[in-house]
């Protein structure tokens, strides 16, 4: 069988790309004392700068390819060249798709969903089922993600107790990411393969970009937790759309309501008043919780841009949501398991996790409250729509808080609190005003629509 040139071309990319990988990976673990990553790297300070060049010089091995094969097949026309083949499916699979965009959508029905439960129509389902099926929802998030944050402070913030009677603590938070984003691939995986799902059209490729922020916004995430404390890691979560409101500028354009830009104003007022009322340790220097502010800031940019990233793919393709959880976390696995092999963050995490066994159980348990925090994110959309998911997880911010200064006994002094409760006054605001706009807007069609009639 003839093989053409440009397909040839192709995989030896492939190749000498798989092949890099591969020495890079076979060099960093071939060791039997297992060094740091940055033994490798001479006069190398470990810092988060550090950690931050180094994964993305990782995610790079598997970005560059992939760019040059993609900018290959668009200047030489290759799907409408080649004929049939195993690399042709492929090629089209990952950088064409199957069919047309489409141009107008809802997220799996969540705009329904919303209808329904706002209109209080009797006949879909008794007024007793829905508050039950609301509560399950409340408490399955409530569960999911406070278990998960508990174990997220307790695994970047506490040292653990080796075998043989030494304390370490867990540093790699990228392979934090990896655990998180594994499980929640395989399930989601497992749910589009056994269901009846619509034909997905968008070419694989454009998962990348959310996926890569996703990655990064969940990196900062775990790193800010070095230097900051978990309330203001939480809080900092909550006041996360004045980024996303700067970001739908830039990405989608959006324009947003006059109530959008007061509530935004509120929530910087409330999280500056938390950060100067919140106790310092002592043992963070200025220096430091600078440090966190900044991987707070860009964990907020990442997040928004992955939202606003997600929505358009949602738009332009309507895919289902388990299939937008399939796509970014195949390519999370991706980008993360490749950058842990040239780093030997495998060996690492292993090491670790055979000295110090209950290391195990707390990152099996994260994955699996992440997961599932995933699945009860989706499914509470869909029932009842993205205004009382809000509400749920705005709820499930300041429980976090609470729990974290309980169990973890941070001290937030008033000017905290009052910050604090800005913030969160502001989230309400921001839903109920979101609310009577979209009733407004709803009366004021009524009449143009009996004019017509």
Known sequence: MAVDLQTVVIWTIVFLSSLSVMILSIVSSDTSIVPSPFDFIPYVEDSWLTRLAINLLGYATVFVPGFIIKHYVDRINYLDVIGKGFTRRAVQL????????????????????????GDGNPSSASSRRKALLALFCLFGLLGSYLTWGLLQEKIMTREYESSDGGKERFVDSQFLVFVNRILAFVISGVYVCVTRQPQHRAPLYKYCYCSFSNIMSSWCQYEALKYVSFPTQVLAKASKIIPVMLMGKIVSRKKYEYYEYVTAVVMSIGMTLFLLGSETDHGRSTMTTFSGVIILASYMAFDSFTSNWQGELFTRYRMTSMQMMCGVNLFSCVFTAVSLMQQGGFVHSFYFTLRNPDFMFDILLLSLTSATGQLFIFYTIAKFGPIAFVIMMTIRQGLAILLSCVVYHHSIAL??????????CAIFLRIYCSQRMKQVKRYQRLPSIAHKV
């Open 415 to 424: 000017f905290g609190v009052c910050g604090i409760f800005l913030v969160f």
């Open 94 to 117: 990952c950088f064409r798709g199957v069919g047309d965009e489409v141009q107008s959508a809802t997220i799996d029905g969540v705009a329904d969903s919303e209808d329904k439960v």
